[in-house]
């Protein structure tokens, strides 16, 4: 009896266990080991609120991390990259849409050799009943806002105040100028 009742709980639990979210997804491949097309409804949630209850307004406002609540299934998935090569957080793309419900599209990483459950790439997000996505692609735009003084070619990192203050104090591979010629020497002559 308990036999029985074991496989009906299993072959109930399978369907929601192993959901596909890739039907209608129009995601980028990033190449990356274990990514799934990914499009789904969700609530814009502080992740640390939806845990421990401490809940500042407006998602704090942009200090605190940000997750996806799926409509599905209940499950808090972490959102730690927007559309750009970067892997910049994903916190920024969705900022402005806290507390509200929303659909997205971008690649689902679950693989338990990796440890890795419900990590999400983020590359369009759209208001519920809104029919413009929105690409994930405002991290740099507001990184170069915030530094007008970085302008110039390049990636944004090569250019980054903090980036140019810790190798000027610790050198490029953090253990000081004398490593990293050393380093160099040997890689390059």
Sequence with gaps: MMKRFLALLFCLASPLAAQ????GSEAKTWNLYA????RFEAQVVDILCTITGDCPDNCGDGRRQLGLLRSADGVLVYPNKNSQPAFTGAAVELRPFCGQDVEVDGLMIEDPDLAAKNIYLVQKIRTMGSEDWV??????KDWAKKHPEAKGKGPWFRRDPRVSAYIAESGYTGLGEEADAALIKELFE
């Design 20 to 23: 596909d979210f890739s039907e």
């Design 35 to 38: 990514e799934v097309p990914a």
């Design 135 to 140: 690409k994930a692609n405002r991290w740099t």
